[in-house]
């Protein structure tokens, strides 16, 4: 099959030869993806951040076809249309009945999402199946939105339930990629008063108005924290989002953070140093990590369908799959905020 796969740091082909998955284990599922998507957390090997196993496929959110099933599999079959999360779970052991599915005693991940075919394991308690949805796919303008949910808004949704975004409170969120915009949404949705964007860059801004955003802060370090603190009248913010995953976007969280606050944190860390002294001081917690996609997801389908929230805003540019190569140049200089991949074209 075609698949996109990862050599070096910035060096990314689809390649055209990439053995078609096949199912190991009598709950699996392979679906045929129709459209995937580049994720911010590619960029880190995409850039060298992280180890990279030349030739290995790289890619986790797509939505698709089921095409096959294992001999366990009784949710779902051939012919159905479904959301695919990036971390696949059995939805029955005792961390998935707390509602942390990221945990799974029998946890798996999306490893081909931006190629033709992907195995997922655990397709019942995994897949989403989107209902009324016949062979020639869902309407276009709705595909976006679906795509938007198998990583990306669940992991703005977690960062919101983490943090603990309440009605009528403030909300800050640092970080104005993807998952930091859908962390606005988020928690416009479940009723944050204010809604602060940290973003210095227009088009994400207006991104981030559209979700909901009461207040954009566009300045760094303490200048930032006292924008935030005028737009608190003084007290900071009750809720903070942390979706980045570097020191200084940490450092800004508890900043920002009144006294007894909670940061919800969902970008994968990086060389994050906790200021321990100051959460003791101020007493302000952190929770998150990466999310719980299955516990969200039904939800979230049922808002997105009836037209509650529209997360697939956050794509601002569509490629082909065979031009995949350009979409991870055009995230990585920041010309694109996120880069929907058209599979079946």
Known sequence: MRATTIHAARDIRLSTDVPDPRIEKPTDAIVRVTTACICGSDLWPYRGENDIVAGSTIGHECIGFVEEVGTEVRDVKAGDFVVVPFDHCDNTCAHCAAGMHSACVDLSMTSSGQGEYARVGQADGSLVKVPDVGPGGPDAALVPHL??????MP?????????????????????????????????????????????????????????????????????????????????GADAVLECVGT???????????????????????????????????????????????????????????AGEIEPGKVFDLTLPLDQVADGYRAMDERRAVKVLLDVAR
């Open 247 to 305: 020191d200084q976007a940490m450092g800004t969280a508890f900043a920002v953070a009144r006294p007894g606050a909670m940061v919800g944190f969902v970008g994968v860390p990086h060389g994050v140093e906790l200021p321990v002294r100051r959460m003791f001081q101020k007493n302000v917690g952190l929770r998150g990590g990466m999310a719980p996609v299955r516990a969200y997801l039904p939800d979230l389908l049922a808002r997105t369908l």
């Open 155 to 235: 992991t703005g949704w977690h960062a919101a339930v983490a943090a603990g975004v309440r009605e009528g409170g403030t909300t800050v969120v640092v970080g104005d990629g993807a998952v930091g915009l859908c962390g606005v949404l988020a928690a416009a949705a479940m009723g944050s008063e204010k809604v602060v964007l940290m973003s210095r860059h227009e088009p994400r801004q207006e991104i981030g108005r559209a979700f909901g955003a009461t207040h954009v802060v566009a300045e760094r370090g303490k200048e930032a924290a006292a924008a935030v603190k005028e737009i608190t009248g003084g007290v």
């Open 147 to 152: 795509m938007a949910l198998s990583d990306v």
